[in-house]
Structure formats: structure tokens, C-alpha cells
């Protein structure tokens, strides 16, 4: 069972995203929050193992609180809940550790299934919302050659190049021809290298290395 704590200062919003994942077999929600102090007293009393955490909040916003979530609860992933307009305050999310995003116009199906991933340690990032966060993110990220890089094998390289470009484990496994199960494998070692939390972080690094733009 997958604990999921909700965070959202609209009761509506709120308390319809908790319903529909607590209506979900495998999820169940622990706690929910109306801003980033309570969403953050609620992940130390709950450990739950996914935040869904809404980016403008009161006392404490959305991207302090998962800065700080990711670095005193590593155990808890993280998924932002946006807007266009708030694409600007997404990048500090990205780099503090956020697992995934959303819109918050997201069907009921999309919302659980995105749980479902950033819990099972996938990257989530909406359809419509990837190419503008992932071009913009390219386009300012500093060049600074992840750590670990040059010690990544010829293939583990090929793995995170595909990941960088947004490719599923199975989209991964047929652009080069392995299984889907070796994927997997090489996308955990390239985890280890390069000191990541998951594969939005992959992302990252492969764009502040230059070896993806």
C-alpha cells in the first residue's frame, strides 16, 4: 500500500485530490495539509511515500517545503502539482528533488497513475508540460560536468541519453535493442555513478553536463 500525504490550500482541490486517491486499491492517504508547515509536520508524523504538493501555499510555499522534504525525508518522493503560469517556480522544485509533475487540471486516471509512478521511482512529468519545463530547463541550465560521469560505460551513457530525451524503461529497451528488465539495471547503476535520487535528477544532470541541449 502506497501512503500518500495531499497538500492544497483550496478545500475543494484538497479534499477532491485525497478522495481520489484514497479511492485507489493500492494508495491510501495518510494526511492531508492547506499549506507548507502543516504538509511538512504531516510527512514527520506520517512518512508517507509520495507528497502531492500544490506550489503556491500559504506560511510556506510549495517548493521550500519540498526542498525540504527531499532533504530530511529522502524515504518520501515528491509530486508538483502546476500550472503554466507557475512554470518559473518549478525549476528550485527540480533541482531540490521533485519526482514528477502535473497539471492541476489533470484527469482523475493521470492523478493516480502519476502517484503510482513517482512512488515506484519513475520520472513524471505531464505530456503538456515537458517540452516547455525540459526546453526552458535546457536552455538556462549551467554547464558542470556531473560527478561520476567518466565512469560510466559506453552503454550506461546510451541509457541516460534516451532517459534524458524522456524515454520510458520499454522506449529505452527498443531504441537499443535490450530487455526491458536490462534497462532497468543499467538505470539503477547510472543512479548509483552519478549520485541521483531518481530520474528526474538523471535529467538534469545530463543537461548541466552538456551531453544533452
Known amino acids: 500500500m502506497t501512503r500518500v500525504v495531499v497538500a492544497d490550500d483550496q478545500p475543494v482541490v484538497l479534499h477532491g485530490f485525497a478522495a481520489i ?10 494526511a492531508t495539509a492547506t499549506d507548507g508547515v ?13 507528497a502531492v504538493v500544490d506550489v503556491r501555499m500559504p506560511r510556506l510555499d510549495g517548493i521550500s517545503a519540498t526542498a525540504r522534504i527531499c532533504a530530511e525525508h529522502p ?15 518549478v525549476y528550485d522544485a527540480l533541482r531540490a528533488g521533485a519526482s514528477g509533475f502535473l497539471l492541476k487540471d489533470t484527469t482523475a486516471e493521470r492523478l493516480v497513475e502519476g502517484v503510482r509512478m513517482v512512488a515506484d521511482g519513475s520520472m513524471l512529468l505531464g505530456p503538456s508540460v515537458t517540452r516547455r519545463l525540459v526546453g526552458d ?45 536490462t534497462v532497468k539495471s543499467h538505470v539503477s547503476e547510472v543512479l548509483r555513478k552519478l ?19
Open 21 to 30: 486517491l484514497d479511492s485507489a486499491d493500492d494508495l491510501e492517504v495518510v
Open 195 to 213: 549520485g541521483c535520487r531518481d530520474r528526474v535528477q538523471l535529467v538534469i544532470a545530463a543537461y548541466e553536463s552538456g551531453i544533452v541541449g
Open 75 to 89: 524515504g518520501t518522493r515528491v509530486l508538483i502539482l502546476t500550472t503554466f503560469d507557475l512554470d518559473e517556480y
Open 137 to 181: 530547463f535546457a536552455a538556462r541550465a549551467p554547464r558542470t560536468r556531473a560527478p561520476g560521469l567518466d565512469a560510466l560505460t559506453p552503454r550506461e551513457t546510451e541509457v541516460l541519453l534516451a532517459v534524458a530525451r524522456g524515454l520510458s524503461n520499454a522506449e529505452v529497451g527498443a531504441a537499443l535493442f535490450i530487455g526491458e528488465q
Open 38 to 50: 502543516e504538509l511538512i509536520a504531516a510527512v514527520e508524523r506520517t512518512s508517507p511515500d509520495v
